[in-house]
């Protein structure tokens, strides 16, 4: 069943408004488990004080309806997404989910959003956060947007390349959602990112291997911070070297394990 903001046009949809909190509650009679993967994009605009409160509104505010919908309704299992930035930049320190929040809007929006979960998880419903990191697919996410660049040969590293990138194969982002939902051991935060944490510098060289394609460009610091401003600070030159050992704790498989795997998977879908 999803949960759509407009007039229902399938017999699966039903309508809620995160920003008035009214939810049609018959989306959620019998079911096992909510899953709120809601939030505007982080990167498709600069980050101005309004869209910045933008990026909080359409996170929390779906997360407090539906924290409080299924408490009503007796939902069993709130899935809610998160995100790996709530580490913050830590360096080269490796971080599983035991680990600490950073600093800057990032983290702390993930700080909030993770809250809004709690009267569900007080309530007794199995709650589990996730936090993703950047989604590798032939369409969209990361990939859509470096494909083109590097495809003409324009790829390179972005500042040092020395920052960590955290990763998944939307293959197992997909899979690891199905296991949160299923496996009933699961709860609290969990990693969603690839086994294998990897640089800029490492990610770039393994894309331009997989696309047999140069990759020798640099694009300075100063440059992004021009052009994406605190963004590119805390999204592009900065990231956790997270790893998944929650998941892999609870048993869950990754399909694949490397950065060059999941690249030359989305490279052939």
Request: glycine share 10%; net charge neutral.
């Amino acid at each position: 069943m999803r949960l759509v903001r407009r007039i229902p046009a399938a017999r699966d949809e039903f309508r809620w408004d995160p920003e008035t909190g009214s939810i049609d509650r018959r989306a959620l009679r019998g079911a096992d488990a909510v899953v709120n993967l809601c939030g505007a994009s982080i990167d498709e605009h600069r980050w101005t004080g309004e869209y910045k409160q933008h990026l909080r509104d359409s996170r929390i505010d779906s997360t407090d309806v539906l924290a409080d919908a299924v408490v009503k309704s007796g939902v069993s299992t709130l899935v809610n997404s998160s995100g790996v930035h709530y580490y913050g930049n830590p360096g080269d320190r490796v971080l599983d989910e035991t680990g600490s929040p950073g600093d800057g809007f990032l983290a702390q929006l993930c700080v909030d959003w993770e809250a809004s979960t709690e009267p569900a998880a007080e309530a007794g419903t199995r709650v589990v956060l996730l936090r993703s990191g950047g989604v590798l697919s032939r369409r969209g996410g990361i990939l859509g947007k470096l494909k083109p660049l590097f495809v003409l040969g324009l790829g390179g590293r972005l500042g040092s390349g020395r920052q960590y990138l955290p990763w998944i194969s939307l293959e197992d982002e997909v899979a690891a959602i199905i296991f949160a939902i299923t496996e009933t051991s699961v709860r609290g935060p969990i990693n969603l990112v690839g086994p294998a944490p990897v640089t800029n510098a490492q990610f770039t060289r393994a894309y331009a291997k997989v696309l047999d394609r140069p990759a020798k460009f640099v694009v300075p610091e100063f440059a992004l911070n021009a052009v994406f401003g605190e963004f590119a600070r805390e999204g592009i030159l900065a990231g956790p070297r997270a790893i998944p050992a929650a998941l892999e704790k609870a048993g869950f498989k990754f399909q694949h394990n490397t950065i060059g795997e999941a690249l030359e998977w989305a490279a052939n879908r």
